[in-house]
């Protein structure tokens, strides 16, 4: 029913991301979506890779948080029983709002594999990082520098993607590392 359809999307707009860090913006799930799908679709077009799949990707790639809530990287991979029960809990979620949205099976398949090892994996993953580049890019800008405590795991997080990801990534990758780097 549509009116299913209309509480997740409800849920994900209601639901705060950064809950750990003070920031002058809020950023709801919703808009971090929003955020990666545009910025997968920008980075298909620069290597010239058909958005179809990525697109479906991004618009689900954090619908379970509709339930667990943004955690924290440091506690969802704190260990791997930990990773684990969360990632049981997780797929549930998953399922129960895709069905909500009587998007099909087939976005389950997208949500799972989001950030898989594929070019539409790689990109999604490049996307979710670079959102975190942006809000502390943003908030900085504001002058609030609380986000610049997670610098260093985003860097770490991009120099990995520098030496694993597809060639074709590695100049983008290199600008948005730029970008952190100016941050101050």
């Given at each position: ?124 993953t490049i996307s979710d990082i670079s959102a975190v ?40 990758i290199g600008e948005i590392i730029d970008i952190l780097e100016d941050?101050?």
């Amino acid at each position: 029913m549509i009116i299913d359809a209309f509480d997740v999307i409800d849920s994900m707009a209601a639901l705060t991301r950064y809950s750990q860090a003070h920031n002058i913006t809020r950023e709801s799930v919703l808009e971090h979506t929003a955020f990666v799908a545009l910025f997968s679709a920008s980075i298909c077009s620069r290597v010239k890779h058909d958005p179809s799949v990525v697109l479906k990707r991004a618009i689900v790639h954090d619908i379970d948080e509709i339930v667990t809530g943004d955690i924290p990287t440091p506690t969802k991979y704190a260990n791997e029983t930990i990773r684990n029960a969360i990632y049981e809990l997780e797929k549930e979620n998953a399922k129960d709002s895709i069905d909500m949205l009587l998007l099909g099976d087939e976005y389950y398949d997208h949500w799972d594999n989001a950030k898989d090892n594929t070019l539409d994996g790689q990109i999604i993953t490049i996307s979710d990082i670079s959102a975190v580049v942006y809000k502390m890019f943003q908030e900085a800008k504001l002058g609030n520098k609380t986000m610049l405590k997670y610098r260093n795991r985003v860097m770490t997080a991009l120099a990995k993607c520098a030496i694993d990801f597809d060639e074709r990534l590695h100049d983008i990758i290199g600008e948005i590392i730029d970008i952190l780097e100016d941050i101050k």
